[in-house]
């Protein structure tokens, strides 16, 4: 696989500095550390007693959980929040509700980065990632489907136009339907086109997932396809998850939001990995 530049489609968007907007977002950021290292000791805090501690009002509070809990660095409950453990998952209900607009933007860009076209054969991952681009891609060329997602394959089927075949398998609690049958299923098929989300990405490690089915599935599916493509949002650079899944030269294309930290380009340069955002 050649390698590829990666190539940014966002402008430089930081507050100048001075400005009340960067001392704002600075005044955050050290909040939003405070309340992780209090986590961290605590395991579990409540929302009163942070704006308490550190001397905010109770919404300012809120809104600093649910951003923390967007990047995957909490887990909030009914009055506060607990310390969500690095091979641990939001719930996948949180997740679809999770930068949505983020996810939006990643449908759409790794769209128009896909090439799609007339009866090819696509499998299409789940995931809250996955999903928008599910709704993109029916509503376009007739194409075959292979998923192992319910909610991927109701938007997948919506239009009426396509032929969409969902795996067999073990549901798990976020729709997923993963085992052997889901792998007798891929490993029958060549695909065109693979594309799936992913738990995290480590610039030396590659792909990694929470769950071995899962990890063993992408295996066979980057050896069953002549194009793998990643969705991933920014709060999955840097995580770490217990099963190695794909080397990054398994993978062709990782679209995401933002730009990811230098190291990530440079290894996904040099492994030959183009990255959109």
Known sequence: MSTVSSQSHVADQTPAPGSNEAFGTVLAASRHRQILDLLATRQEIQVATLANELQVSVETIRRDLRMLEETGKLKRVHGGALLLRPNEELPYATRIESLREEKERIAQT???????????????????????????????????????????????????????????????????????????????????????????????LGFLEYDEPEAHLHQVLAQRSRRYVIVADHSKFGRTASYGGLPLSAVELVVTDVAPAPEFREAFERSGVRAVW
Do not use: W
């Open 110 to 204: 790794c769209l128009e980065n896909l090439d799609v076209r007339e009866d090819q054969l696509v499998f299409v991952g789940g995931g809250s990632t996955t999903l928008p681009l599910a709704r993109k891609l029916a509503r376009g060329p007739r194409m075959r489907f292979v998923t192992n997602a319910i909610d991927v394959a109701s938007a997948l089927v919506a239009t009426g136009q396509h032929d969409v075949v969902l795996t067999g398998g073990r549901i798990a609690d976020n729709e997923l339907l993963t085992g052997y049958d889901a792998l007798n299923a891929v490993s029958r098929r060549l695909f065109d086109l693979v594309v799936t989300g992913t738990n995290a990405i480590d610039p030396g």
